[in-house]
């Protein structure tokens, strides 16, 4: 009998724990990259973050932006960007694939919080799918927020307006 009580107490401690199995690595940058291209990966190119993009990049992040450069990885009208962005405390590693200047495919591919790994699920990140970037520097889609994870949820909406920016920015530098 009291085995039993044990481990209905254990079970009902470990429902209310935050979500520790929320970390991990999902899937590699390099897998990401294969299967955005059908496995036929381009050789990365750099960005360079300079004065022209910088100030976009940081108002849509709402923060400073510290990186000199960025690796993307484009062929004709595709892209991806393999980018972080802190959620509450820890970097979130999202894999965003442009095609054609809207999203083809989002995917957290490493998750370091404790808390919101629900984002990494494909019923959230389904979402960004064919979101395009308006003038404003918005989605042109709403995207569903999840109940404790707040915080995640923003990390991924601005890195995929980051992308979508990046990805006109240089298909207007190829084009001229």
Not at 50 to 69: D, M, T, V, W
Not at 72 to 84: G, K, L, R, T
Request: hydrophobic content about 40%; aromatic content about 10%; proline content about 3%.
């Amino acid at each position: 009998m009291r085995l039993i009580h044990l481990l209905a107490a254990f079970f009902l401690f470990t429902l209310c724990m935050p979500q520790p199995f929320a970390k991990g690595v999902y899937q590699t940058k390099s897998d990401f990259v294969s299967t955005a291209f059908a496995g036929e990966s381009p050789k990365p190119k750099v960005l360079w973050i300079n004065g022209e993009i910088k100030p976009s990049i940081e108002a849509i992040l709402a923060h400073k932006f510290n990186k000199l450069r960025l690796k993307y990885w484009q062929q004709a009208d595709e892209s991806v960007w393999i980018m972080n962005e802190i959620g509450k405390e820890s970097p979130i590693t999202v894999g965003i694939h442009v095609k054609q200047g809207k999203i083809a495919k989002t995917k957290v591919l490493e998750y370091r919080e404790t808390r919101g790994g629900e984002v990494r699920h494909d019923f959230f990140t389904n979402q960004f799918i064919d979101a395009q970037l308006q003038a404003d520097h918005q989605l042109d889609k709403h995207i569903d927020g999840i109940t404790g994870a707040t915080l995640s949820v923003r990390a991924l909406t601005k890195l995929s307006r980051i992308a979508l920016y990046l990805d006109g920015y240089i298909r207007q530098q190829n084009a001229n």
